[in-house]
């Protein structure tokens, strides 16, 4: 009989034979439900990449392939090994960190003058946690 767990014993019971059988309902499909889940939960991130600057690249990325969860859990356990390469690398250019939570933009301070520039209203603090925020380094 087609259960997950069939044991047959012919002989045993003189009057019948005896078949016990473990069969939990719907098992196999929550096992499914749960695979489902959490391969979507791990590899959505990956494909639906936030807003890209425009000439800030991301910085961070072993290879092209490299899902982007896996870039920011190096970033949780590495932050300082990553942020002191990219500092070194990109030496007075623009950048984006990527952490679990919020993707920082980085740049250099020669545009500290045209940052100020910008309106309050679109440098807002609210706007900064829901999207990329904005860091401005020195280079010494």
């Known amino acids: ?3 997950l767990f069939s044991f047959h ?3 045993f019971f003189p009057l019948r034979d005896y078949e016990a059988t473990i069969n939990i309902p719907g ?5 499914v439900a749960a695979i489902l889940i959490l391969l ?3 590899f959505t991130p990956s494909f639906i990449r936030s807003k890209q600057i425009p000439n800030a690249p991301i910085f961070g990325y072993r290879s092209i392939f490299e899902p982007t969860f896996l870039l920011q859990g190096r970033f949780i356990l590495g932050a300082r090994h990553i942020i002191h390469n990219a500092y070194t690398t990109m030496r007075g250019n623009p950048f984006v ?3 679990w939570d919020v993707d920082f933009l980085v740049l250099p301070m020669r545009y500290l003058e045209e940052v100020r520039l910008i309106s309050p209203s679109k440098l807002s603090s609210k706007g900064a946690q829901t999207g990329v925020s904005l860091l401005v380094f020195a280079l010494l």
């Open 1 to 3: 009989m087609g259960s």
């Open 9 to 11: 014993f012919p002989g």
């Open 27 to 31: 098992m196999r499909g929550t096992l």
């Open 40 to 42: 979507f939960v791990l």
């Open 97 to 99: 960190l990527r952490r």
